[in-house]
Structure formats: structure tokens, C-alpha cells
């Protein structure tokens, strides 16, 4: 079992920035993958980063160039940097634990979530 709390969201104008953290309650380094999800208002969630424990990082398109994920493995927690924030970043946005591989899902584990809402 992974508990995962999420912290860092709110109100921001277009442009601006807002860094997530998400702090587990196990050794992120036994975590195979750490992600941050997003679930804008009517539509499906969809993968936004995810940190590998060996190092590599992934972005979706839409957010490359504009958010930084990163870890503190010490602090078992994992950080969403969101710069040149766009009013369709608005979202939930959850964050992952992901215990396995894409061929076989030992553990899936998810935070209660964050609203982060762009607006001027």
C-alpha cells in the first residue's frame, strides 16, 4: 500500500506559474514510476509527466517545455514545476504511484487530488 498527498494546487492567471508536490508514504525509490495525471472539466484523464525511479522523465506534448517534474527522494516526494500556465491546463490534477511494469501492474495508487484552475 502507497499513500500519496498531494499539495500545491489553486488559482492562477495565464502565464503564471504553480508547483504540485506529492509526498508518499513509502521510499519513492521502490516505486518504479512516480506520475502526475490531470483530469480537465468533461474529459478523460490523461498522463501529464511521470519520473522513472532509474532517472528518465516523460512529458505529454502539450505541457513539453512548460513543466519540470522532479524528486527528492529524502523527502519521499515528488514536485510539479507548471510555468507559462494556459487556461486549458485547467484540471485535477492527481498524482501516481505505479508499482511494476506496462506489462504487469503489481500496484496502482492514486492522491485525492488537486484543483488547479487558470483563469483571468
Known amino acids: 500500500q502507497v499513500q500519496l498527498v498531494e499539495s500545491g494546487g489553486g488559482l492562477v492567471q495565464p502565464g503564471g506559474s504553480l508547483r504540485l508536490s506529492c509526498t508518499a508514504s513509502r521510499s519513492i525509490l521502490s516505486i518504479n514510476a512516480m506520475g502526475w495525471y490531470r483530469q480537465p472539466p468533461g474529459k478523460q484523464r490523461e498522463l501529464v509527466s511521470v519520473?522513472?525511479?532509474?532517472?528518465?522523465?516523460n512529458y505529454a506534448d502539450s505541457v513539453k517545455g512548460r513543466f519540470t517534474i522532479s524528486r527528492d527522494n529524502a523527502k519521499n516526494t515528488v514536485y510539479l514545476q507548471m510555468n507559462s500556465l494556459k487556461p486549458e491546463d485547467t484540471a485535477v490534477y492527481y498524482c501516481?504511484?505505479?508499482?511494476?511494469?506496462?506489462?504487469?501492474?503489481?500496484?496502482?495508487?492514486w492522491g485525492q487530488g488537486t484543483q488547479v484552475t487558470v483563469s483571468s
Open positions: 519520473s522513472m525511479a532509474g532517472g528518465s522523465t
Open positions: 501516481n504511484a505505479h508499482i511494476g511494469n506496462p506489462s504487469v501492474v503489481v500496484g496502482s495508487y
